[in-house]
């Protein structure tokens, strides 16, 4: 079983940077997929990035360039540098964890967090 735990959520100026925190426990987070989503005010829930066990990374193309994911496996903790944030930003991001190598679909990812809030002013 995996449960994570998300962190560092926040207000935030346009233009400005945040880093989300997920903390995870279970003995097989090492061999999981990791991934951030995000849900907008009634908006679904989206893709944001994702994080192979080995490193391998993708991004949505609405984040390309100004959010970085990384994965430390000692700490079990996978975070979410963003910067360059804009107001369209603004959403709820959740952690989420996949037993898939590689995956960009919510579908396939079986253990999430609670959620961490992120708005950005204008």
């Known amino acids: 079983q995996v449960q994570l735990v998300e962190s560092g959520g926040g207000l935030v100026q346009a233009g400005g940077s945040l880093r989300l925190s997920c903390a995870a426990s279970?003995?097989?987070?090492?061999?999981?997929?990791m991934g951030w989503f995000r849900q907008a005010p009634g908006k679904e829930r989206e893709f944001v990035a994702t994080?192979?066990?080995?490193?391998?990374?993708g991004y949505a193309d609405s984040v390309k360039g100004r959010f970085t994911i990384s994965r430390d496996s000692a700490k079990n903790t996978v975070y979410l540098q963003m910067n360059s944030l804009k107001p369209e930003d603004t959403a709820v991001y959740y952690c989420?964890?996949?037993?898939?190598?590689?995956?960009?679909?919510?579908?396939?990812?079986?253990?999430w967090g609670q959620g961490t809030q992120v708005t950005v002013s204008s």
């Open positions: 279970g003995r097989t987070f090492s061999s999981y997929a």
């Open positions: 989420a964890a996949s037993s898939n190598y590689y995956s960009i679909s919510q579908n396939e990812y079986h253990y």
């Open positions: 994080i192979t066990w080995r490193r391998t990374t």
